[in-house]
């Protein structure tokens, strides 16, 4: 009996600290959060959308779509005409669109897609090659440079 009280104050005190370990926010989520954050200040959209078909992304499962991280940018004024393209070996492949972006480089890891419409240029993009946000700069002046061209 004297030992049953200790037990249940061992068992008490493990599911609290079990509780309060499994609060901690991984540090996975944590740099994409703090990512997000920082492609927000320098004016990037990011936001996680359904993986649309034609961007060829597999599925989650049978019946369930996958969601992938879009980064835009807004052109106020801008009147783009619509795009798409698939990246294949690092190069555009035109889905739809003007035949001048058709096997345009580009630099950027992890891309999956691209398009644009009305006043907005995006890509779909896997936050999971670049957890330390290098490559935002690069990715805001090359989706500039895509409205421009």
Not at 32 to 54: F, Q, T
Request: glycine share 6%; with cysteine.
């Amino acid at each position: 009996m004297e030992n049953t009280g200790i037990w249940v104050a061992v068992i008490i005190v493990v599911f609290l600290l079990g509780s309060i370990f499994g609060l901690r926010v991984s540090p996975r989520e944590k740099a994409i959060g703090m990512m997000r954050d920082k492609a927000r200040k320098m004016g990037l959209h990011p936001r996680l959308v359904k993986a649309p078909d034609w961007t060829k992304i597999p599925m989650a499962s049978e019946s369930r779509a996958s969601m992938v991280a879009y980064y835009s940018i807004l052109i106020p004024n801008a009147q783009l005409q619509l795009m798409r393209a698939l990246v294949v070996e690092q190069k555009l492949q035109l889905v739809y669109g003007d035949e001048k972006f058709n096997n345009l480089p580009i630099e950027l890891k992890g891309v999956y897609a691209i398009d644009m419409q009305a006043n907005c240029v995006g890509l779909y993009w896997n936050e999971e090659v670049d957890l330390r946000a290098s490559q935002l700069d690069d990715m805001k002046a090359f989706l500039n440079s895509l409205a421009e061209i």
